[in-house]
């Protein structure tokens, strides 16, 4: 309400004095932009004030700042035109990235403990689930998901009808019933039918990966058209 206001009247005014042939393309990259966020966020991609950071980054940067140092590999045509497509690009990079963080934390952890990633009904499960649950999970004590709110359980416990356990894997949190699936697996730990050893993720905000893909695009530039580039070199 304040950001977007002040951004388009200062760009707007900028690009009405000093590129004035640019008015069309402005308006073109914050319609594109704004209906590209506004996809994924309805599709489940990210969070609407994520939406909202991109289409405000259109009304203050529709293009790359031609006043600012050029970036180590230079001006991408798409930068040129509409910028924060490449700083999304960016961002859903450094987000992959992540899984490769999550996948050496998790090898070192069985390095130093000795202990399974994978135990009892697990060890039988799904190859495709447990490999998204390495690559975006760690373990952690049933207390961290008590204590910290954007913690998500990556397993459910569930008693069944004979009072026999059944656990599985959620490849795919959601904000909806993860309280009462908290309390089912501190429930298992305290009557000791499950390690207090928690398959959990990290909620991070996808804004923080668009603000290191912000960065990483002025000092850098375009990794994915600097990847083309090089492959096709």
């Avoid at 950001?3 to 690009?15: G, K, N, R």
Wanted: aromatic share 12%; with cysteine.
């Amino acid at each position: 309400m304040v950001f977007a206001p002040l951004a388009f009247m200062l760009t707007f005014v900028e690009v009405y004095v000093y590129q004035f042939s640019q008015l069309p393309l402005y308006g073109i990259c914050f319609s594109l932009t704004a209906l590209f966020a506004m996809l994924i966020f309805y599709a489940g991609g990210f969070g609407g004030a994520d939406a909202k950071a991109l289409m405000c980054l259109a009304l203050v940067l529709p293009f790359f700042p031609t006043t600012l140092h050029p970036p180590l590999f230079g001006v991408s045509k798409i930068s040129q035109t509409i910028f924060p497509f490449t700083v999304f690009s960016n961002s859903v990079l450094l987000a992959a990235l992540m899984t490769l963080v999550m996948l050496g934390y998790n090898a070192l952890w069985r390095v130093r403990t000795g202990g399974k990633l994978f135990e009892g009904e697990y060890e039988n499960g799904s190859i495709g689930r447990k490999i998204l649950v390495l690559i975006t999970g760690y373990k952690v004590p049933v207390q961290e998901l008590k204590d910290k709110w954007h913690v998500y359980p990556l397993e459910d416990a569930d008693e069944g009808s004979e009072n026999s356990l059944k656990r599985k894997l959620v490849a795919l949190p959601k904000d909806e019933g993860r309280d009462a699936i908290v309390e089912r697996l501190d429930k298992a730990v305290k009557t000791g039918k499950i390690h207090d050893s928690i398959w959990a993720t990290s909620g991070l905000p996808f804004l923080i990966f668009i603000t290191a893909g912000l960065v990483l695009a002025l000092a850098v530039g375009d990794i994915v058209w600097i990847c083309i580039r090089v492959a096709l070199a």
